[in-house]
């Protein structure tokens, strides 16, 4: 055992001891456990999710010198296992998808905002896209509004329910907006993974799929003649996030180009005069009963965390823009952002 | 070159050698799998770095894929799903005194399987990726087809069999019907009550361990305490009985079940149990001489194992040439990658070629150390089968909750899962249904029916399925083969039966 991790266990030993001790006489102090689960709204241990959820529990442990482990378990089981504990052993990490699921009414999805405290955000991911082939006749997505709006069936493969819909969403409400009555040439070809979705552009069973910057950049840059050849159209990420992005973007497409793809180069109107955006964010989610020191007590070291400044750089290193919120400006942040959708998808029922 | 080779330490091959030795254990123990051995290391990679993280993960995946062998021939159990056809040759094998013997002709296939796909992983990776994104939803349907054929021709009556196969498919239908999937979203199959644990369907492992470990100790305890297999009747030392020359005109089957094993493997979304069920069903359609296969046959064995660690290398095609994990384990191992920040995708060889060649070292070094380390500790491995049945028994049972409880992180309705379906297991054997052919319609079912919606889906009428492609029609061929085949033998061997019951 290295002299740190003795003290470390010493620190965890004498801090656990004072628990007992003090547990009754000072209930207000309650403070995270010692071992701490985080789960998260995702299966995949390749994904987005995981990979953030990681590097934040990783900082978090080392700031309070506590366990953390995150499980990806998936939504409806970390829903469920937040359900059962309010005593803060578990905390869950998820991003928007944990609203948009009951705004499009999925089975499993409450309201976050009613059922479960908003825990303070921490990053964005800004790769959130849509794609064409290579050799696709819609250069723009404009085109694709227009060939729309004329009466040209354009199939887009999404993963209904959520993330990967609600920019497929946005513009369908654009067509409806600029088009009257043609939206309904705008098909969702409903998949899962994104395997499924760049399958059904390889088998021409789709004119265009939602994709993520980090899982399709490698195919834009395949020969014109390949099969599997892709072009970006459109990122649904703020002008202000892709910004703040690293200048070298990622794999060999650099920041510069991928500001081709975000409003206002790529227009979807919302019909308030102002452009769709969407930020994929994650955000912490706590049981209703926790206690409220602990809400505090992830603030005040995720607070001291960013302050330090090196968890900002993990996070753009691996392509998420650091974002964090404490719990209060969170909530109220998260809920306004969901009235916005709320609308869009409530305009094109 | 040269730089490769600095990559190449002692640690990187100690790493390796502790992964197979690990992944061998969580195989061979009911209800732990080669992807929990992955997931559970998988932050440890932070802290080795991506190369030697990438040795001990490779490492675990070969060791956690073969040791599923060792309760699948010893205890009726299999270690990991891809390992249920060794139960069907390996148990009546174990039962008969030569589970040593078995074991050792299951350790020999796999090496065999794991390699010949780590070298059509290392010569064909990008030229098979291309072919594998031909597999539309029709071509994966029928190969799922092709795979539930084997109902036919495993069973031993062919209509209880079938019927088993459509019971153990309706089983696997329970569950919400994914609206990603073409369904509506909604849990089907059940009542409102039990919406709360049955929203994902029952999960495959514990049904799987209930099935065959908990209804096999149900039949034994049935039976009371008796000596059982003494230990006279069983031959250890000097290979248990086993030679090589085991192997004599089974190179076909080695070649073709390995084959068949890379090619499921690199199939994303179809899983790998259809590998050795295909293999297994190949085999039995296609050898001179598949009368003894259920029954105890080696070929079987050969089979299964050589099918089920070619996966390996098959799941890692599409990982490495698009990106996209070939299995549930490689699923996890992606992680290694993007906790790392490295892409994987069309590119990810060309770009990173250094990590290419450290994976393909970790994986023929980790099929090396797993056939070393299991075909000399078998004979040890094998005694198990001397520990009295009232100790070992327990010790199972205890096992098996344990693992189902873990296999979802934390389920408590896993365990009842698994109890459920190991009094169902006795159950439909005592009323004489047929276990295999139910758990293959279970395993493959819910797979079926999504590849099936998702082609009429996409194409609107049920002539898709004959005009997709040359493919879909190569594989109809396969089809028609195995089901005239099973029909023929079936007859043939009701005839017999009348003769000799006249």
């Not at chain 2, 790392?340 to 770009?351: A, D, N, R, S, Y």
Request: proline share 4%; with cysteine; aromatic share 10%.
């Amino acid at each position: 055992m290295s002299m740190p991790s003795i003290i470390k266990t010493l620190g965890t030993s004498v801090m656990v001891a004072g628990m007992a001790f003090g547990s009754s006489a000072v209930a207000a102090d309650a403070q995270l456990p010692g071992n701490v689960r985080v789960v998260i709204g995702s299966t995949s241990t390749g994904g987005d999710t995981y990979q953030n959820s990681s590097i934040v529990a990783d900082g978090l442990a080392e700031h309070l010198d506590i366990n953390m482990k995150v499980d990806a378990v998936g939504a409806s089981s970390a829903f469920r296992f937040l359900d059962r504990d309010p005593r803060g052993n578990t905390l869950m990490i998820f991003h928007d998808q944990s609203y948009l699921g009951h705004l499009y009414g999925v089975q499993g999805y409450d309201d976050i905002f009613e059922k479960y405290t908003i825990g303070p955000t921490v990053a964005i991911n800004p790769g959130n896209a849509y794609l064409v082939p290579k050799d696709s006749p819609y250069q723009t997505l404009n085109d694709v509004i227009e060939a729309v709006g004329n009466g040209e069936e354009v199939r887009v493969a999404i993963q209904p329910g959520g993330v990967s819909e609600i920019g497929f969403s946005a513009l369908k409400n654009a067509i409806s907006i600029e088009h009257p009555g043609m939206e309904d040439n705008l098909v969702a070809v409903n998949t899962g993974s994104q395997a499924d979705k760049n399958q059904q552009l390889f088998n021409d069973q789709a004119d265009m799929i939602n994709g993520t910057v980090q899982a399709n950049e490698q195919y834009t840059r395949l020969p014109e003649d390949d099969q599997k050849a892709m072009r970006f159209l459109w990122l649904t990420a703020r002008q202000g996030t892709i910004e703040q992005a690293p200048e070298d973007g990622l794999g060999q497409t650099s920041r510069e180009q991928l500001l081709q793809y975000v409003a206002p180069n790529v227009s979807v109107p919302m019909g308030n005069g102002d452009d769709f955006t969407f930020d994929k964010e994650f955000f912490f989610l706590y049981n209703k009963d926790m206690d409220q020191a602990i809400v505090d007590q992830i603030d005040q070291a995720l607070t001291e965390i960013y302050d330090e400044g090196e968890i900002q750089q993990t996070q753009k290193t691996s392509f998420f823009i650091p974002n964090f919120k404490p719990s209060d400006e969170a909530a109220e942040y998260l809920e306004t952002k969901m009235s916005v959708y709320e609308d869009i998808i409530t305009n094109i029922q | 070159m040269l730089d490769i080779l600095s990559l190449l330490d002692i640690t990187f091959f100690l790493l390796a050698a502790l992964g197979a030795l690990v992944g061998i254990i969580f195989g061979a123990i009911p209800g732990m799998t080669a992807t929990m051995a992955v997931a559970v290391c998988l932050p440890l990679t932070y802290a080795l770095g991506l190369n030697h993280g990438l040795a001990l993960l490779l490492g675990l995946y070969v060791g956690g894929i073969s040791g599923g062998m060792v309760p699948a021939v010893l205890l009726n159990i299999p270690g990991t799903p891809s390992s249920i056809t060794t139960t069907f040759d390996g148990f009546p094998m174990a039962q008969k005194g030569e589970g040593e013997r078995a074991l050792r002709v299951c350790v020999v296939a796999s090496v065999i399987g794991g390699l010949i796909s780590a070298i059509v992983l290392f010569l064909f990776a990008p030229l098979l990726a291309e072919f594998s994104i031909k597999f539309s939803y029709v071509e994966k349907f029928l190969i799922i087809l092709l795979a539930l054929t084997v109902i036919a021709s495993m069973s031993r009556n062919m209509l209880v069999g079938i019927f088993s196969g459509v019971i153990g498919i309706w089983l696997s239908l329970i569950g919400t019907y994914s609206i990603s999937d073409g369904g509506n979203g909604k849990t089907r199959l059940m009542f409102d009550f039990l919406e709360p644990y049955l929203f994902e369907g029952f999960s495959l492992l514990p049904v799987l361990i209930g099935i065959f470990g908990i209804a096999t100790i149900l039949l034994e305890a049935e039976e009371g305490i008796k000596s059982g297999l003494a230990s006279q009747n069983i031959k250890f030392g000097k290979g248990g009985g086993f030679s090589f020359g085991i192997f004599r005109g089974r190179l076909t089957n080695l070649v073709r079940s390995s084959f068949i094993g890379t090619f499921v493997g690199m199939l994303p979304g179809v899983g790998g149990s259809a590998a050795s069920v295909l293999a297994y069903t190949q085999e039995k359609n296609l050898s001179r001489d598949s009368s003894e296969m259920g029954k105890g046959a080696p070929q079987g064995l050969m089979a299964s194992e050589s099918a089920n660690n070619a996966l390996t290398g098959g799941a890692l095609i599409p990982l490495l040439s698009l990106g996209i994990p070939g299995d549930s384990t490689t699923a996890v191992l992606i992680g290694a990658f993007t906790l790392q920040g490295i892409q994987v995708g069309p590119l990810f060889i060309p770009e990173n070629a250094d990590t290419w060649y450290v994976m393909m070292t970790a994986l023929v070094f980790a099929n090396i150390v797993m056939f070393f380390l299991m075909f000399y500790a078998i004979k040890h491995i094998a005694k198990v089968v001397l520990v009295p049945k009232y100790i070992l028994y327990p010790i199972i049972v205890m096992m098996c909750v344990v693992g189902a409880y873990a296999i979802n992180y934390g389920i408590m309705f896993d365990v009842w899962t698994l109890l459920i379906f190991g009094v169902l297991g006795y159950l439909i054997q005592k009323v004489g249904l047929e276990v295999a052919p139910l758990i293959i319609g279970f395993i493959l079912g819910g797979q079926a029916e999504v590849y099936f919606v998702k082609s009429l889906e996409s194409a609107g009428s049920y002539g898709i399925f004959f005009t997709k492609s040359p493919i879909a029609l190569v594989l109809w061929g396969l089809i028609a083969a195995s089901v005239i085949f099973s029909v023929v033998m079936g007859l043939k061997s009701q005839a017999k039966r009348q003769v000799e019951a006249s």
